[in-house]
């Protein structure tokens, strides 16, 4: 338990350590330090790139860890090239270089966290009940690294606010500029979770299953009603969480947050996830999949449309962060737990990728496209963006899909208690 929940502390540190900051330092102008690329430009280094790495992932991840590599050496190496492209991306200015480069990234990072949630699946007694517990450290991991990156390299003097981001200090000169460190920062835990892989239990391949290609058998459970209502809901909700992550960042400085005050803003929402996921699996085991992941769904309605009300303070909008917690813990960490309950012991690896194609492959993709063209739509003149407008469309797709989930949704009967079948 131990390992595996370090394993996901390093997983998503290694993400949680730049997404966070590159919404706005791909958005601010080249004159504050930033690369002045367009909503569009962005949407794509962010949709685009890590939707080629999800759609690549069966190859990649479920074919070749389910049958032909142990789960840990090859993550390992995933990671080593991984962190040598976010190294070289830091030190590029180009919209083609960027581009390029973060579809690489995709390609190599997505895999790794399929590989995580099947190798912590693989080697728990009772993974529905576990599996939240291991899965929080990701969670924690991804807080870590938005609040260390700030204190080390964009700020200086810190000191305790009531206030989040509860501690803050003066900005250091081109504090914008500094913001590309952050893939530096990401490179560097990235090889060091690489070397850690090599010490997590040993998840060898399974060469004598009954299919020669895992993942053709994964993507036939979309026969199963329950799975495939979950996998078309899952694609507008993973469209509008992508567009979180793009329109977060600018959204804060517009409403007059420091850049070095972003990153750990946004992890109220993270502290949020802590909460809830420690009671994910009471919550599924007493309400069950249907109602849990409804009000998922639906907390994605409920924030955005708070943050299209332009009129409330400012303090209330950065709060209302905490409910990305009840969003990712209640649909995306609960559809996950549901993927491995419905798949054949065979493909696990695999299922949990299919299911990732969705929600980190054809969602975001679409969601860089929409958050792209929402910002040009609702460009405001003198610059900026209409945020309440941008926001209300948004919120309305969450509603969409809740209700959507919520009347078609038939959990298959399983057993959140029974042992791993790995």
């Known amino acids: 338990m131990r390992r595996l929940s370090f394993m996901m502390f390093l997983q998503y540190a290694v993400w949680g350590a730049w997404?966070?900051?590159?919404?706005?330092?791909?958005?601010?102008?080249?004159?504050?330090?930033?690369?002045?690329?367009?909503?569009?430009?962005?949407?794509?280094?962010?949709?685009?790139?890590?939707?080629?790495?999800a759609i690549a992932s069966p190859f990649i991840a479920g074919q070749v860890a389910d049958r032909y590599f142990s789960t840990e050496r090859f993550l390992a190496s995933l990671l080593v090239v991984g962190g040598v492209i976010k190294w070289y991306t830091a030190s590029?200015?180009?919209?083609?270089?960027?581009?390029?480069?973060?579809?690489?990234?995709?390609?190599?990072?997505?895999?790794?966290?399929?590989?995580?949630?099947?190798?912590?699946?693989?080697?728990?007694?009772?993974?529905?009940?576990?599996?939240?517990?291991?899965?929080?450290?990701?969670?924690?991991?991804?807080?870590?690294?938005?609040?260390?990156?700030p204190m080390l390299y964009l700020q200086t003097g810190l000191h305790v606010q009531w206030m989040p981001p509860f501690l803050v200090g003066p900005e250091l000169p081109n504090v914008t500029a500094r913001l590309a460190t952050s893939l530096h920062f990401s490179a560097l835990i990235s090889w060091g979770y690489a070397i850690f892989c090599?010490?997590?239990?040993?998840?060898?391949?399974?060469?004598?299953?009954?299919?020669?290609?895992?993942?053709?058998?994964?993507?036939?459970?979309?026969?199963?009603?329950?799975?495939?209502?979950?996998?078309?809901?899952?694609?507008?909700?993973?469209?509008?969480?992508?567009?979180?992550?793009?329109?977060?960042?600018?959204f804060l400085s517009h409403l007059g947050l420091l850049d070095s005050q972003i990153g750990p803003t946004?992890?109220?929402?993270?502290?949020?996830?802590?909460?809830?996921?420690?009671?994910?699996?009471?919550?599924?085991?007493?309400?069950?999949?249907?109602?849990?992941?409804?009000?998922?769904?639906?907390?994605?309605?409920?924030?955005?449309?708070?943050?299209?009300?332009p009129t409330l303070p400012v303090s209330v909008l950065v709060a209302s962060q905490a409910l990305h917690g009840v969003c990712y813990a209640?649909?995306?960490?609960?559809?996950?737990?549901?993927?491995?309950?419905?798949?054949?012991?065979?493909a696990r690896h695999s299922v949990q990728t299919v299911f990732g194609i969705l929600i980190l492959g054809g969602g975001p993709v679409v969601g860089g496209i929409l958050s792209g063209w929402l910002a040009e739509h609702y460009k405001v003149v003198g610059g900026g963006v209409d945020f309440a407008a941008l926001w209300r469309v948004v919120a309305l797709?969450?509603?969409?899909?809740?209700?959507?989930?919520?009347?078609?949704?038939?959990?298959?009967p399983v057993s959140l208690s029974v042992p791993s079948k790995a």
């Open 19 to 53: 997404l966070p900051l590159a919404g706005r330092y791909l958005s601010a102008s080249t004159a504050e330090g930033g690369l002045g690329f367009t909503g569009g430009q962005i949407g794509l280094i962010l949709g685009l790139a890590g939707s080629i790495g």
């Open 92 to 149: 590029q200015t180009s919209y083609q270089a960027w581009l390029w480069l973060s579809i690489a990234y995709g390609v190599v990072y997505m895999p790794t966290l399929a590989l995580s949630n099947s190798m912590a699946f693989a080697n728990l007694n009772h993974p529905g009940q576990q599996f939240p517990k291991i899965r929080v450290w990701g969670t924690i991991g991804w807080i870590a690294a938005s609040w260390i990156f």
């Open 198 to 250: 090599l010490f997590l239990p040993h998840t060898p391949p399974k060469p004598n299953a009954v299919e020669p290609l895992a993942f053709a058998k994964a993507f036939r459970l979309l026969r199963e009603p329950s799975f495939a209502v979950l996998v078309a809901v899952s694609l507008p909700i993973s469209v509008i969480h992508q567009i979180y992550f793009i329109q977060t960042p600018p």
């Open 266 to 309: 946004m992890t109220i929402g993270q502290f949020s996830e802590i909460a809830v996921m420690a009671g994910l699996g009471w919550g599924l085991s007493r309400y069950g999949f249907r109602s849990v992941i409804s009000v998922g769904a639906f907390a994605y309605f409920l924030r955005y449309m708070i943050w299209s009300i």
């Open 330 to 346: 209640c649909f995306f960490a609960a559809g996950f737990i549901y993927a491995d309950r419905v798949a054949p012991d065979d």
């Open 397 to 412: 797709i969450g509603l969409g899909a809740a209700v959507g989930f919520a009347a078609f949704f038939r959990a298959k």
